[in-house]
């Protein structure tokens, strides 16, 4: 068995009365990626940003544990004071998001904001620039000696991504949360940034938490999928079983949603309704007023989630025999 880089349990955050993360339980194994899948207001972001306690303020986070384990030691994140936390953050666990433009401050050049990585999180290194020029050699950046004094402006939105991608590798993380890296990228540059998150998880045994809307894009990419709905992970699988066997009525929706190239489908299906806000939650299964297997049942009572075969867990009352 694969050695487990993060367990997290029962994981929950709220502002005030909104939930917006439920019980959440989860694992990675070291090395692996792990898609978390779901449509917007699903609760994904909240979770990787709860993980290490990045949530706002202003939100209530809590979990029976948040195990770390890293270079033989293991940690519990949701009992670390916060001093402690931030040699976590950027430095074993590391975020890109989807927005690079937004994430990269403009008046400070692209080697400028990489060497305040390597500084905080890695300061045994005496050459930064020559680590800095590695960096972005490993991206794929071209003629990396002379980007490092260029400033995000001057950049294509791709290439802000890997500069992006460049500073998280920067503090050597065991684990990397993508949080819907492609979204703001042309088709083209997608295929090429999720290329490259593969190449460098096989080159440093890196571990990737993969947030995305689309089940079509990380099917590929992916060892598991964990499908999210209303702050609940509704279903988890290894990633050809999920797609190529899906259980819950949610997971079959998203999948039914996604054009498949070289099949003629005629027009895709859509999934009825919204996600409920998170002050709103159905009193019984979260998916109950968009589901056409609704029953009774399902309007007050909270499915569990069981394992229907090894490493495939489900919560819908349908798929486990019990309506």
Wanted: proline share 7%; glycine share 6%; hydrophobic share 40%.
């Amino acid at each position: 068995m694969a050695e487990i880089l993060l367990q997290a349990d029962r994981l929950c955050a709220a502002y005030g009365k909104a939930q917006v993360v439920s019980d959440v339980s989860l694992y990675m194994e070291k090395g692996e990626i792990l898609a978390l899948v779901g449509e917007s207001g699903c609760g994904k972001s909240s979770v990787s940003l709860a993980l290490t306690r990045l949530l706002p303020p202003s939100a209530k986070i809590s979990a029976e544990k948040i195990l770390f384990t890293a270079n033989g030691e293991t940690a519990d994140l949701s009992k670390l004071p916060e001093k402690k936390l931030r040699k976590f953050r950027g430095g074993k666990i590391a975020y890109i998001f989807q927005e690079p433009s937004v994430s990269l401050n403009p008046v400070i050049t692209v080697g400028e904001q990489i060497a305040e990585v390597l500084t905080l999180h890695r300061p045994e290194i005496k050459d930064q620039n020559k680590e800095i020029i590695t960096l972005l050699e490993q991206v794929g950046i071209p003629d990396a000696p002379n980007r490092v004094k260029a400033y995000p402006h001057e950049l294509s939105g791709g290439m802000q991504q890997r500069i992006m991608i460049a500073m998280a590798l920067a503090g050597d993380p065991q684990l990397l949360v993508a949080d819907e890296p492609t979204t703001a990228l042309d088709v083209t540059v997608q295929a090429q940034i999720l290329e490259l998150l593969q190449k460098l998880r096989k080159e440093r045994q890196m571990a990737v938490l993969l947030i995305s809307h689309n089940l079509g894009v990380v099917g590929a990419l992916a060892d598991r999928i964990a499908v999210m709905y209303a702050g609940q992970i509704v279903e988890c699988a290894p990633a050809k079983e999920l797609i190529s066997s899906p259980r819950h009525p949610y997971t079959k929706a998203l999948l039914a949603a996604v054009p498949v190239l070289g099949k003629e489908c005629g027009r895709l299906e859509t999934i009825s309704g919204f996600v409920p806000a998170p002050d709103n939650w159905p009193a019984g299964c979260r998916f109950a007023p968009r589901c056409p297997y609704r029953t009774q049942k399902c309007d007050t009572l909270m499915p569990e989630s069981k394992e229907l075969s090894p490493g495939h867990i489900c919560s819908c009352f349908m798929e486990q025999g019990d309506l």
